[in-house]
């Protein structure tokens, strides 16, 4: 297996614009999960699926992150204003049920909103 | 919210040496888990201990719990260059469903 795929791997964009970040995980793993991770605040967990499924999006920061999995081997995450304090590197992982692996971790997206 | 509170923040040493991580958490967990991220890439799973386990192993990883006193601690030994990384403690609460990180400690292992 390739792993958690994301792309793209870097992102500049500018304030204001519409940024779209891809996930694809490990085929058979029914856990997805998207974190976002910056010096000030670590590892934040914005949204998790389980089967397609968003369980908790408490995380997502505000109306403009929106995220999607519309079937198992895809999931997007989708900032629409983009502004420049969404400047992260935001990582895409999957899992599987009852599984003792932890969790999948992508390379991570790293997005510069200028 | 971080869960868990790694210390120290940083952490310095001599290869042949070796690295002990500290990690503390405020819940009731299922299980703990370490991660290791190396400078611009994602985490990597080291390992996973379950709430009824008190010590693991895993090559020259050790991994210790104990839920008495909310703590876990990671020793690496034998430390080599190529340990330097940042590692993180991750809680989850169920056996399935979200981590929650801790902020981490940065291990540099001098050659």
């Known amino acids: 297996d390739a792993g958690v795929i994301q792309s793209p791997r870097h992102e500049v964009t500018e304030m204001g614009q519409e940024v779209t970040l891809r996930c694809k995980p490990i085929?058979?793993?029914?856990?997805l999960f998207w974190y976002r991770q910056t010096m000030m605040r670590g590892l934040e967990l914005l949204i998790y699926?389980?089967?397609?499924?968003?369980?908790?999006d408490s995380g997502m920061p505000e109306d403009r992150f929106s995220a999607k999995m519309p079937n198992a081997s895809f999931s997007t995450l989708k900032i629409q204003p983009s502004e420049p304090r969404d400047s992260a590197v935001y990582f895409c992982?999957?899992?599987?049920?009852?599984?003792?692996?932890?969790?999948?971790f992508g390379s991570g997206t790293r997005l510069t909103v200028v | 919210s971080q869960q868990g509170e790694e210390d120290p923040q940083a952490l310095s040493i001599q290869e042949g040496e070796n690295a002990t991580m500290n990690c503390s958490y405020k819940t009731s967990i299922n299980n703990l888990q370490w991660y290791r991220q190396n400078s611009g890439r994602g985490l990597v799973h080291l390992i996973l201990i379950r709430s009824n386990e008190r010590e693991k192993h895993s090559g020259r990883l050790r991994v210790t719990l104990d839920t008495s006193k909310k703590s876990s601690s990671l020793l690496i030994t034998a430390s080599r260059a190529a340990d330097t990384a940042s590692y993180f403690c991750?809680?989850?609460?169920?056996?399935?469903?979200?981590?929650?990180f801790g902020q981490g400690t940065i291990l540099t292992v001098h050659p």
């Open positions: 991750a809680t989850n609460p169920s056996s399935y469903g979200k981590l929650t």
């Open positions: 699926f389980n089967n397609n499924v968003p369980i908790d």
């Open positions: 085929s058979g793993h029914d856990y």
């Open positions: 992982a999957s899992s599987q049920t009852g599984g003792n692996r932890g969790y999948t």
